[in-house]
């Protein structure tokens, strides 16, 4: 997997197959959309790709009061790369981002600088400005640009929806077993250690509820402590480090 900051950053000639998205947590119900991105990918003889954002779009608009982030960035491409993602493109969301229309983005960004030949999108996918790029607007134009387009509809767990929303609240609870359940795979949590404790570069990451947890450590099965916002590792060398809960 190569991961992207900035559209710019890519190379020239690329025929590829895109889904947009958040994607916090890379959950089941993601990788229902990833599925078929892999699938309509290998279709098209094109490369699979992610398109992401830094930041959220909830913290560039102000609106990230009590707001916490199942992965960062890099635990995020980390997570994609294992599922089999070509690339990772990291958009930065600014005020002029935030400002394209569907059309402008889909055009200028992803057929012109991505080489876009497929689409995926969720069943309530929306993205431009004033979210008015859905399934339906974007059908018309996948037909006048020349891109496949499919829609994925909502996925549930046992009769649950998955959302990153129920993710975070599993978590917040220390039901960590059922938030893995519902991921699809171990949270993970990187970071550097030092002095037994995990510094964690973003301030939105979330840590799960106190207690005490079994984890893998690099690989290695370890019990971790989280207590006051504090992940400790303990007879681990100060290096970065993955925990997997």
Partial sequence: MTLHYGFDSLPKGLRTVVTVGSFDGVHSGHRQLLDHLLAMSGRLSAESVVVTFEPHPRIAMGRAEGMRL???????????????????????????FRSQSY????????????GMVGMVVGYNHRLGRENEGNYDSLLPL?????????????????????????VRRLL????????????????????????????????????????????????????????GCELIVENVIDKDIIVEL
């Fill in 70 to 96: 199942l992965t960062s960035v890099e635990e995020r491409a980390l997570l994609l790369g294992r599922y089999g993602v070509d690339r990772v493109v990291v958009a930065h969301f600014d005020e002029r």
């Fill in 103 to 114: 059309k402008e983005f889909v055009r200028g960004s992803l057929v012109e600088r991505l």
């Fill in 142 to 166: 996948s037909s006048e640009l020349g891109f496949a387009l499919q829609r994925v509809e909502q996925y549930t767990d046992s009769g649950d929806k998955v959302s990153s929303t129920v």
């Fill in 172 to 227: 917040e609870e220390g039901s960590v077993e059922r938030a893995r359940e519902i991921m699809g795979h171990a949270y993970i949590i990187a970071g550097r250690l030092q002095d037994g404790r995990l510094h964690i570069e973003d301030e939105y990451k979330l840590l799960p509820a106190d207690g005490e947890y079994d984890a893998m450590v690099d690989g290695v099965p370890r019990c971790v402590v989280i207590s």
